[in-house]
């Protein structure tokens, strides 16, 4: 696999599940970001990791729990989820600071989270 | 906190055409200024990206203008094609994105007409 891979791609869960996320990175970057895109609403950041420490917490709920165990993977464990959170969920790399002339994040395929 | 506002949400073009997309800033510290573009049912891509020592950047038929005094940004595309149909995204970082991550405009959704 190559670039930002995410699993699953699709996840259909009860309000009262408990399910987790997984982002990979296989680009050497050292920062990881969660995203939501809602149908109405543009991408809205969550989480931003520096070299596995969480830098930001854009005032996300804590039924939404960040994990970074090392800098190639991020997950995003979700517990008594509500249907508005329903959405797609990306992660997202980029290599900080950036080399002269690009920052760029590159972001992962995304996982249709629905919650019934 | 940043807020970057977008328009047109919607913007149709004839094949051929070039199309102007906008977006304004608001704090003043915003240093990175990229734009994605997201095909349906796909990822974001960048396309092209400005840093604020940089009044505009071109790459083939995009470009990017930046007016810092303005705190407004904007994207060219020249020769409209078929493939360039899309959701096109703006977005503006205090660090490049490093540490504050992106905070995204709302999106416009470019349409070719044949």
């Known amino acids: 696999e190559t670039g930002v891979t995410q699993t699953p791609r699709h996840l259909v869960m009860g309000m009262t599940n408990k399910k987790s996320l997984k982002c990979e990175q296989h680009?050497?970057?050292?920062?990881m970001y969660w995203y939501k895109q809602s149908a109405k609403k543009p991408l809205e950041l969550m989480f931003v990791y520096n070299f596995k420490e969480q830098t930001e917490n854009n005032s996300v709920p804590s039924r939404f729990s960040p994990e970074c165990p090392n800098s190639s993977h991020l997950f995003l464990h979700l517990h008594t989820l509500q249907p508005e959170d329903s959405a797609l969920y990306l992660c997202?790399?980029?290599?900080?600071?950036?080399?002269?002339?690009?920052?760029?994040?590159?972001f992962g395929p995304g996982t249709r989270l629905t919650v019934t | 906190g940043e807020n970057v506002e977008q328009h047109p949400s919607t913007l149709s073009v004839q094949e051929g055409d070039s199309a102007v997309i906008k977006c304004t800033y608001s704090?003043?510290?915003?240093?990175?200024f990229p734009w994605y573009k997201q095909e349906l049912g796909k990822r974001p891509q960048l396309i092209i990206d400005i840093r604020s020592n940089v009044g505009e950047k071109k790459d083939q038929r995009i470009a990017v203008t930046l007016n810092k005094t303005a705190k407004h940004f904007s994207l060219h595309i020249t020769e409209t094609q078929p493939e360039d149909s899309a959701v096109y995204f703006c977005a503006a970082s205090r660090t490049g994105g490093g540490a504050d991550g992106l905070t995204f405009g709302k999106g416009t959704h470019l349409i070719i007409q044949p």
């Open positions: 680009l050497g970057h050292n920062a």
């Open positions: 997202a790399s980029s290599q900080f600071p950036g080399r002269a002339g690009g920052y760029e994040q590159y």
């Open positions: 704090d003043s510290a915003s240093n990175y």
